[in-house]
């Protein structure tokens, strides 16, 4: 039977899913769910995906997870909301021919600090939360000595889903129950992360500095949502540039007006590394945090090293004087004697 659940997290926030019930699953026998198929959307930008659960899906793993979301125990034995204490989330690139995209699988340690929860029962303790970790092989997790990393080849087995902000995820549906888990089965350690899409401002937002919003997915956002992408010729605008650090928000912005939200990762390298007052190219994960309808905007780009920055080399002198060399070239007079 399939069971829909929704539930609010604050004015017009919403969240939809299904969740299985048995344990016991013949995975093996079950086809991969694209992560197009999967991320389906309906033209207000809400979740168009019909499949049902359990499925399960493949994909690359894009970056290691603590540098995304922190996983250190923080059990709260009272109420407090939305603290989440420890978190944890994989974001996989499609690799099955024809797809594209990739999903976000998320967990969270205080599901008991929601509001519609509001009792830490539901929460995991830290012993729980650690022990959840080492049943998926993920960094912190009980157990663990090679953690899953970025670049690595993985299933995902998933029981329950949930879309928010945007996107259809998967997760436990705020339930620790067993019946709620989902698992990730490691294929390939080291397979290789996908050479990121080049793109600009262009590819992502109109000349008004609107986000271009395709409800077939075929362009625009949402067609890189949750993948790997390098943007080209951007910087730091001058209002948000001095937020540089771990952890921090910042705008983007190229030569036509165009901007886009950047979130630097947790990786110590963003407290090491000075910020890039230039033009430069830089690798991240596009995402979508867009809470109200129509889910067709909030986009943005997930940053996890300082190292994903390229500065855009200026042009060397010869190929500046060069127009002009050209030029006094053709005007010099020909002839002989």
């Not at 997930?302 to 994903?308: P, R």
């Amino acid at each position: 039977m399939r069971v829909r659940v929704v539930a609010a997290i604050g004015a017009g926030i919403f969240m939809c899913g299904w969740g299985g019930h048995a344990l016991a699953q013949d995975w093996a026998s079950m086809p991969y769910t694209l992560h197009s198929t999967y991320q389906a959307v309906n033209s207000d930008g809400s979740s168009a995906y019909a499949g049902g659960f359990p499925m399960r899906m493949r994909g690359i793993v894009l970056a290691n997870t603590e540098d995304w979301l922190d996983p250190t125990p923080g059990y709260t034995p009272t109420y407090q909301p939305f603290v989440m204490g420890g978190q944890a989330e994989l974001i996989i690139q499609s690799i099955e021919p024809g797809d594209f995209g990739g999903t976000f699988a998320w967990m969270g340690q205080n599901y008991g600090n929601l509001p519609f929860k509001g009792d830490p029962i539901f929460s995991y303790t830290n012993a729980e939360w650690t022990a959840e970790l080492g049943r998926l092989g993920l960094f912190g997790g009980d157990g663990v000595t090679r953690p899953i990393r970025a670049g690595d080849l993985i299933e995902v087995r998933a029981r329950t889903g949930l879309f928010y902000a945007g996107k259809m995820n998967v997760n436990e549906a705020h339930d620790k129950s067993p019946s709620r888990d989902f698992e990730v089965v490691l294929l390939q350690a080291n397979y290789g992360l996908p050479a990121p899409a080049p793109l600009t401002l262009s590819d992502l937002k109109d000349a008004t500095d609107q986000f271009i919003f395709n409800a077939s997915r075929a362009t625009g956002a949402e067609h890189y949502q949750g993948t790997l992408v390098e943007l080209r010729n951007v910087r730091f605008s001058a209002a948000t540039i001095g937020n540089w650090g771990v952890n921090k928000n910042l705008i983007l912005e190229d030569d036509t007006g165009r901007t886009l939200p950047v979130r630097l990762g947790l990786n110590p390298s963003f407290a090491t590394t000075p910020v890039i007052d230039d033009l430069f190219h830089v690798v991240g994960i596009l995402d979508q945090a867009d809470s109200t309808l129509p889910h067709d905007s909030g986009y943005r780009l997930l940053v996890m090293n300082a190292a994903d920055f390229t500065i855009v080399p200026e042009p060397s002198a010869s190929l500046v004087f060069l127009p002009v060399l050209l030029m006094l070239l053709r005007r010099r007079p020909r002839g002989g004697a």
